[in-house]
C-alpha cells in the first residue's frame, strides 16, 4: 500500500520577514489549518526535522557563501544579498531546518517507509544560487535533495519538474552542465527573475537535460496541459528517472497576487497525478514535493491539500 509522508515542523514560522511581506508565516499556518479540518494528518507519515549539516549545504552552495549567509543573519542585518530576502535573527537556524527537513523526507522515501511526500517548508529554495541568495530563497531545497539521493543512495537519474510561476533559475545553475538532473521548468516568461527562456536547454554534459517552458501572461490550464501532454511528460519518459523531486509552488493560480497566469486549483491534482504515473513507472513511486511560492494564503493551502490528495491515492 502506498504510504505518503508528511514534513512540517513550527520551527518555519520562525523567519519573520515583516508585515505586507508575501512569503509569510501565515501561509504554512493556513496551511496547516487546512490539512487539519481536511482530516489528512490521520493519514499521512509524519516526518521529524531537523538542522542540516553545513557540508550538506555545499553539496550545491560554495562554503564561502553559506559562510556569508550566517555572518550577515548574526550581524543584525535587515535584508540579505536583495531587498526581497528579508531576514531575522532566526532565518539562519530556519533555512538550516529547512534543509534538514526536506534530506529527512529524501530519508523517508529511500528507505520505503514512505512511498512518496510532501515538505511544507520555509522559507523556499528555487531561487538560491550557489553564491547568491534571491527571490525569498537563502538554500536550494530541491537541488540539495537532488544531490543527496545520488551522493547517499546511488540514485543516477533524477528529475525535478518546477511548476512554480517564477523560473528556477538556482536550480537550472545548479545543474545546467549536468546530465543526471533534468530540470524542467514552466513558468511565466518574461517575469522575475528574468531567465528560463526556451533557448536555455543546458550546455557541456548538460545540454539537453534542461527544458524550459516559458508561458505568457494570461495562460491558463489548457496551456499547462498541453505543455505537460506534449513536452514534459514525453521528455520524461525518455530520461526514465529513478526519482521525482517538484518545485511545487502555487503562485501560478489565477487568484495569487503576484502572477499573471490563470490556473484553477485542480490543475495541481492533475499535475501531481500526471508526476506520480511517471514515478510509478520508472521510479519505484519515489516522488517528493518541496514547497516553493504561492502568496495567496488560501490557494497555498488549497494547493497543498491538492498534491496531498493525489498523493494519497492508490
Known sequence: MMKTAFLYDDVFLEHETGEGHPERAERLRTMLRRLEEGGYFGRVLTVPTRAADERHLELIHKKEY?????????????????????????????????????LNMCDAVMSGRASNGFCAVRPPGHHAESQKAGGFCFFNNVAIAARYVQTEYGITRVAIVDWDVHHGN????AFQEDDSVYYISLHQYPYYP??????????GRGLGYTLNIPVKAGSGNSHYLQAFNERVLPELERFRPEVVLVSAGFDAHR??????????GDMYYRFTKMLKDVAHRHASDRLIAFLEGGYNVDVCADGAEQVIRALLED
Not at 550577515?72 to 535587515?78: K, L, M, R, T, V
Open 170 to 173: 538556482g536550480t537550472q545553475d
Open 255 to 264: 487568484d495569487d497576487p503576484l502572477s499573471s497566469i490563470n490556473l484553477t
Open 194 to 203: 528574468g531567465t528560463g527562456a526556451e533557448a536555455d536547454i543546458g550546455y
Open 66 to 102: 553559506v559562510e556569508r549567509v550566517k555572518r550577515g543573519i548574526e550581524s543584525g542585518e535587515e535584508f540579505f544579498d536583495s531587498i526581497d530576502n528579508t531576514v531575522c535573527t532566526r532565518t539562519y537556524d530556519v533555512a538550516l531546518y529547512a534543509v534538514g527537513g526536506c
